[in-house]
C-alpha cells in the first residue's frame, strides 16, 4: 500500500503564508493498494479537490472509486461538490459512511448542495454514483484492502477506519479524543490504557497511526470534550496501543507552520524523554508512505 496525504486541518481550510508548510486543506488521504481498479479515499474536506482532478487527468487508472467518510462534519465533506470525477461519466463512485438518525449519507450531499448554499444539485452527477450504509465493527473489501471501522470519542457516527493488506496496516482516526483524568492536566499512560481498551484494541500493532492531534497540551484545558486530542494524549494512546509510527494529524485553523513545528518537537521530546516505542511525523501535504 502507498498512503498519501491531499489535507491535514480541522475544521476549515486556512490556505496562506503562514501554512505553506503543512498545507490548508482539510482532511483526505487516498491510500493506493496496488490494485489497478479501485482507488480508496478517506474523508472529502477540501483536498479532495486537487486529488479529483489528479484521477480525472487519468480516467483509466481507476474503473471505481471508493470514498470512506468518517463523520459529515463540514471539515469532512466540504471538497465534494469540487470532486470533479462527480462530473465524469467514466467514473463509478461508490461513497461509503455512517448512518446518521436514520438519514443515508444522499440526504447529507443534497441539504449541502442546496440552492441556498450551492449553484447545482447531485441531479448533474454524470458518475455512476451509490451511497452505501456503513456498519460500525462489520469488515469490508474494497480493492484487496480489508477495511475495519469503530466508533471514536467524537460526535455520535463518527468512525475511524483501519485498512490491512498483506501484512500492512494503516489506522484513520480522527476526530477522536483519547480519554484521561484531565483533572490531573497531564495525560498518564495507566489513565490511557483504562479509559481507552476498545480503540486501542483497534488500532493494536498497525503500522502507521494517523490520530487526531489539534490541539498542543498547553492549549487544550478549555478544549476538553470537544471530541479532539492534544499531542501528548495521543503519543501516549500511540505508545499503549503499540503502533509503530504515529502521524501527527487535524491540525487547529489557529496553528500556523511555526506552531506545528512545536507541536511536533514537543511530541517528539515527550516521547523520547518517557522511552516510548514509537515513531513520530507530522502531516503535510504531499506526504507520501510506502508500506
Known amino acids: 500500500m502507498v ?51 489528479k484521477i480525472t487527468e487519468n480516467p483509466n487508472d481507476f474503473k471505481r472509486i471508493n470514498i470512506l467518510l468518517s463523520h459529515t462534519h463540514w471539515d ?29 449519507l444522499d440526504h447529507f450531499i443534497d441539504a449541502q448542495m442546496r ?23 462489520e469488515d469490508i473489501q474494497l480493492g484487496g484492502v480489508q477495511i475495519s471501522s469503530v466508533a471514536t470519542h467524537h460526535s455520535r457516527g463518527t468512525l475511524a477506519f483501519r485498512l490491512n493488506k498483506n501484512g500492512k496496516s494503516i489506522v484513520y482516526m480522527t476526530d477522536n479524543e483519547v480519554l484521561y483524568n484531565e483533572e490531573n492536566g497531564q495525560p498518564k499512560l495507566e489513565d490511557v490504557l ?51 509510527n504515529l502521524i501527527l494529524f487535524h491540525y487547529s485553523p489557529e496553528y500556523n507552520d511555526e506552531k506545528i513545528d512545536e507541536l511536533f518537537h514537543e511530541t517528539e521530546k515527550f516521547i523520547a524523554v518517557n522511552n516510548l516505542d514509537i515513531n513520530c511525523l507530522p502531516s503535510h501535504e504531499g506526504l507520501e508512505i510506502k508500506l
Open 194 to 244: 483504562n479509559r481507552n481498551k476498545e480503540l486501542l484494541k483497534f488500532c493494536s500493532g498497525c503500522d502507521y497511526l494517523i490520530h487526531d492531534t489539534m490541539y498542543k497540551l498547553d492549549d487544550f484545558s478549555d478544549k476538553m470534550g470537544w471530541g479532539h486530542s492534544n499531542n501528548i494524549a495521543a503519543a501516549l494512546f500511540a505508545s499503549a496501543a503499540k503502533a509503530k
Open 3 to 53: 498512503l498519501k496525504i491531499w489535507g491535514t486541518r480541522g475544521s476549515v481550510p486556512v490556505p496562506g503564508e503562514g501554512t505553506k508548510k503543512y498545507g490548508g486543506n482539510t482532511p483526505c488521504i487516498e491510500v493506493i493498494s496496488g490494485s489497478d481498479e479501485e482507488a480508496i479515499i478517506v474523508d472529502a474536506g477540501t483536498g479532495i479537490r486537487e486529488l479529483g482532478n
Open 76 to 104: 469532512h465533506i466540504q471538497g465534494m461538490p469540487f470532486f470533479a470525477p462527480l462530473y465524469n461519466e467514466k467514473f463509478v463512485v461508490d461513497i461509503y459512511s455512517y448512518s446518521y438518525n436514520g438519514y443515508g
Open 115 to 137: 440552492p441556498e448554499f450551492f449553484p447545482v444539485n447531485k441531479a448533474i452527477f454524470k458518475a455512476n454514483v451509490t451511497y452505501k450504509k456503513l456498519i460500525k465493527n
